[in-house]
RNA sequence: CGGGGAAUGGCGCAGCUUGGUAGCGCGCCUGCUUUGGGAGCAGGAGGCCGGGAGUUCGAAUCUCCCUUCCCCGACCA
């Protein structure tokens, strides 16, 4: 008898999908307050490993972690002309504190530029002292009008990095570093997901920025995910909060600083890249749990083979996790399993420990067959790897199909309802993003046509990528 | 803030038009039978129907006020 899907088909309505799998994955709950989520403890985890797969490339970047205070003056905020207009509309300010009315109110950080160009002006004097780079992983509020587990909440844990620099060509060059040395091979190498490196327009320029550029994905649905970004801030925050420094000249100078940052929306982009209606598809080299040890039936033989499995796997290297829970039925524990998004499920029931074998369930290829128990652990390894090549095949082929070439504003309004338009810069303009704007189409960034980043918001040959976005 | 909805056990919903004191599915608890694809049967726990005022012998249901939430847009990692 065929059961009722267990989540609401991508097909039928994605939004809904995408709320399902969060729900019966266990990943995370909407919190008390508007627009908050508890991260449940799968869905955490999943968080850490992103963290510290960034956190090691952040650190093989030069950058050393730092943390700051979640209460910032909210005469900082003000010091900087575009970064207070950004970003005050979504301000949370505490007014109210120890019982008193504060003097002056504290805001709760959105981002940390203001706080840390303080303590950089404090730190550096010389240009010995440059450049500093700092990183610290934290909480943020950002008061979203609609907000979206794990792509919009109202308070979210990312990474900020924050370094300042003797010359724009200095700060330039980290900027860009940093985006494709840890967000892009992260991205790609780790979620597997084929990210679009470029240049925002000034309309989507970071508040305070003088160029911002960001890593971006596209969903099953074909709409597009920012998953991360890099600004470099010129100047601007420098003057604000005088981070100045003598040269080698003798030569007072402001530094150059820039920012940049990824966060618990890539958990959100992961779902909608990989996931699946039967859930969610973990990569191989992300997952807390890569191979899962079912015994599928009550029995002693059962249950010590999956043990000894387990520990070898173990030994191999593999994050494995037993699965004991003979009480529920097999047909439950696989189900809940594939929501999860566990790439690989090895099934030992008697009829399997009779052949000296184990039935192996690849999430990711959607295959199930015997494997023999002799030398699993070698199988294991080219399945996941395997699996890891497929999520990222699979996630570029979908883009590649989805992604049109146009000239016109009409083609980019038709290719955006079901993926991706590529039109050049110089056909569609300030004026043509603005009309795609009208009708929830945005510019998601500019590349050259050979992938590589533009220099300038007009250099000639750029390709703007427009798309609907979450 | 503009435009649409909706508030009923943990979750999803029906009941409201035509007032009579609450029901279904999932989940949960107990028992038995099961366990290789979200197990079946039986029994059971759990709700002053968002808040307030009114109409009425009687309100989840009718009237008025309030509050909250969701969806579509403007803001955004």
């Not at 189409?441 to 050259?448: E, S």
Request: a negative charge; proline letters at 5%.
């Amino acid at each position: 008898m065929a059961k009722a899907p267990v989540l609401t088909p991508q097909s039928e309505d994605f939004p809904r999908w995408y709320q399902d799998i969060v729900a019966k994955a266990e990943l995370a709950d909407n919190g008390p307050v508007r627009g908050t989520m508890v991260i449940r403890p799968y869905g955490y985890s999943i968080w850490e490993q992103m963290q510290a797969d960034v956190d090691r490339r952040i650190k093989a970047a030069g950058a050393k972690n730092a943390y700051f205070p979640l209460f910032i003056p909210e005469s900082y905020l003000t010091r900087e002309a575009e970064h207070v207009e950004g970003f005050s509309p979504e301000l949370a300010v505490v007014t109210v504190a120890g019982g008193k009315e504060l003097e002056e109110p504290i805001v709760v950080r959105p981002t940390s530029e203001t706080v840390i160009g303080e303590f950089m002006a404090k730190w550096v004097q010389s240009y010995r002292d440059l450049p500093l780079l700092l990183n610290q992983w934290a909480n943020v509020v950002r008061w979203e009008l609609r907000p979206r587990v794990f792509l919009r909440t109202s308070e979210f844990l990312w990474q900020e990095g924050h370094t300042a620099h003797v010359s724009e060509a200095d700060g330039r060059a980290y900027a860009v570093r940093i985006l494709h040395e840890v967000y892009e091979s992260f991205m790609r190498d780790v979620l597997a997901m084929p990210v679009v490196v470029g240049r925002k327009t000034a309309k989507e320029r970071f508040a305070g920025a003088t160029n911002t550029m960001t890593c971006e994905a596209m969903m099953g649905d074909g709409k597009a995910l920012q998953m991360g970004t890099s600004h470099e801030l010129g100047q601007n925050f420098a003057k604000a909060f005088d981070i100045g420094f003598q040269s080698s000249e003798g030569v007072q100078e402001l530094a150059w600083t820039t920012s940049w940052g990824v966060s618990t929306r890539m958990v959100g982009g992961l779902i909608m890249c990989h996931g699946d209606d039967n859930g969610l598809r973990i990569p191989p080299r992300l997952a807390p749990v890569q191979v899962v040890v079912m015994a599928v039936r009550e029995d002693d033989a059962v249950i010590d083979r999956c043990r000894t499995l387990a520990e070898e796997l173990l030994a191999a290297g593999v994050r494995v996790e037993l699965d004991l829970r003979t009480e529920t039925s097999a047909g439950r524990r696989a189900t809940d399993w594939e929501l999860k998004g566990v790439p690989v499920r090895l099934e030992l029931g008697p009829r399997d420990l009779a052949e000296g074998a184990v039935t192996l369930v690849d999430r990711i290829a959607g295959s199930k067959d015997a494997a023999p128990l002799d030398g699993i652990a070698n199988r294991i390894t080219s399945v996941l790897d395997a699996a890891q090549a497929t999520l990222f095949a699979e996630s570029l082929a979908r883009r590649e199909a989805r992604t049109a070439e146009v000239t016109t504003i009409a083609e980019a309004v038709e290719a955006a309802s079901v993926g991706w338009a590529r039109i050049p810069w110089a056909d569609l303009g300030v004026a043509g993003e603005v009309e795609l704007g009208t009708q929830g189409i945005t510019v998601r960034c500019l590349v050259m046509p050979d992938g590589s980043l533009p220099d300038s918001d007009d250099t000639p040959g750029a390709v703007a990528i427009v798309a609907r976005s979450y």
